[in-house]
């Protein structure tokens, strides 16, 4: 009885693990698209962190559920808090870099709050 | 295991696609993103490869990874600079070419006998009165 439960729960953790897995997949190829497809660099950024957040953080689900060790568990959440991390400081630079070397398209933005309070903080300056 | 093969293929994909934006830039940043979401992918495939064998000593390989990446696209972005237009592009062949025979030929100009340049040695000094 024991044992069938056993059985039971282990089946289930690899049918969620393949789900996850999946989903993680998923988000890479979505990833790859976006790189490739999307016209300027925060569009670009904005694809290319599917993968590394919630991508990432379902591969690691997946393989978890997977391989059921105490140990390979917690090195893997440390993975996911480390991916947790540095993604917005990876991006927060890139995309600072990107708008002073002038890689920002403006055109395709809805709202473009920064030049406008640059251009408000200059003018308060020269007044 | 057909799942096995639907994951390796789109994470293929998705990184060969990655790989095709970094190689068509146009910026530095371009490529920096697009080599994040190659490394991401090569997370993605470890983390598949361990979980099809259930294997738990690749999953140091997964700690080393995820902060190698974060390193090199903070460095990239910390120096970025202004490029002038088509420079971060990769160059043909041709173009390769063209541009060292015009570096060659300014070389041996200024290895040929005569009259040195002003601004080698032999000319006036800077603010000499004559």
């Known amino acids: 009885m024991n044992e069938v439960a056993g059985s039971g729960w282990d089946t289930l953790a690899d049918v969620v693990s393949v789900v996850a897995l999946l989903g993680g997949s998923f988000l890479v190829l979505a990833a790859g698209v976006g790189a490739l497809r999307f016209p300027d660099l925060l569009a670009r950024m904005h694809a290319g962190t599917k993968p590394q957040v919630l991508g990432l953080i379902l591969v690691l689900v997946g393989l978890g559920l997977r391989l059921r060790s105490g140990a390979a568990v917690w090195a893997l959440v440390l993975v996911a808090v480390f991916g947790l991390l540095t993604a917005p400081v990876a991006a927060h630079m890139v995309g600072r870099a990107g708008y002073r070397t002038g890689k920002v398209r403006n055109d395709l933005l809805v709202a473009d709050e920064l030049t406008r309070d640059l251009r408000e903080a200059r003018t308060r300056d020269e007044v | ?130």
């Open chain 2, 1 to 130: 295991m057909i799942w096995v093969v639907a994951c390796a293929t789109m994470i293929a994909v998705g990184a060969t696609f990655a790989i095709v934006r970094a190689e068509r830039g146009p910026s530095m940043l371009d490529r920096t993103i697009a080599l994040d979401i190659t490394v991401t992918a090569v997370i993605a495939g470890f983390a598949l490869y361990a979980a099809v064998q259930r294997r738990t000593d690749v999953v140091p390989v997964l700690v080393v990874l995820s902060l190698v990446g974060f390193v090199g696209s903070v460095t990239i972005a910390r120096f970025a600079a202004v490029e002038p237009e088509g420079e971060g592009r990769v160059r043909t062949r041709e173009e390769v070419a063209a541009e060292e025979a015009e570096r060659r030929a300014a070389e041996e100009a200024e290895l040929r006998p005569g009259p040195a340049p002003e601004e080698h040695h032999g000319g006036p000094a800077e603010g000499e009165v004559r």
